[in-house]
């Protein structure tokens, strides 16, 4: 088991990637569902770069920005486990030479003024600016990110068609915990309890899928009722098309859900097909 090669610089990073490149994205706190996007691309790259990178311009004041989880001797131990050649881990300023205040940024349009942009107006600026910069930097043949976010990968795709950034954009399956609750970083945030609680966002997901045959008001409604059972209030619980469009009778939709349990927010979502 080789140990990835850190970069963090601009320099460093140009001189570490050769042939074809996969850049998988992170946070870092890296989880299974990170591990299972680097798998997926190992065989596609010649190269697999994984960026580790808290990016500031995603949370809104008061968010999780300070006490998001930082975890990177153990990020990058994990990275050698899977076969990630190098782990780009930038600071700010390599990433804002202008400031943040300074930095052009990426708008991400009407999809990223509902759902998830709706509740945190500043987030999918962040995002897009962070992956558009990243990009750039990295110069990925391919890029990697996990469907649990799945407006951050609808958007993410648009926008490398629509800027022409000449990456392909692909999407991984939510990896779940043995109870189906969605793997995600924040999860450290449950306690006890809490953490049982959560795994009725999952069985939610399930109900409203299983009633996909008599429409989307149907799945909304089955959904609703499991959490409602569980004393779980959502932010939003919808479905909408592939592309976060309008659903349509007969074709595949997507049922998305944001809720709290205790401080934290967690995300989720299925594909449903959709009865006539």
Known sequence: MTRP??????????????????????MGALHDGHLSLM????????????????????????????TYPRTFERDVALCAEVGVDVVFAPTVDVMYPAGLDGTVRVDPGPLGRILEGE?????????LTVVAKLFGLVKPDIAIF??????????????AQELCLGVE?????TVRETDGLAMSSRNAYLTEDERSLAAGISEALHAGA????AGAEAVVAAAARVLQSRGITA????V???????????????????ARVGEPRLLDNVAVHLGE
Do not use: C, W
Not at 5 to 26: D, F, K, N, Q
Not at 39 to 66: C, K, W, Y
Not at 235 to 238: A, E, G, P, Q, W
């Open 5 to 26: 090669l850190i970069v963090r610089t601009r320099e460093e990073l140009r001189a570490a990637t050769t042939g074809t490149v996969a850049l998988v994205p992170t």
């Open 39 to 66: 798998r997926h691309v190992r065989p596609l790259a010649d190269t697999v770069v994984t960026s580790i990178f808290v990016n500031p311009t995603q949370f809104a004041p008061g968010e999780d920005f300070d």
């Open 119 to 127: 509740m945190r107006p500043t987030m999918f600026q962040g995002v």
């Open 146 to 159: 996990g469907e649990k976010d799945y407006q951050q990968l609808t958007l993410i795709r648009l926008m």
């Open 169 to 173: 954009v692909l999407g991984g399956p």
């Open 210 to 213: 299983e009633a996909g045959s």
């Open 235 to 238: 932010d939003y619980l919808v």
């Open 240 to 258: 909408t098309g592939p592309d976060l469009g309008e659903a349509q009778p007969g074709q595949e939709g997507r049922l998305l859900v944001a």
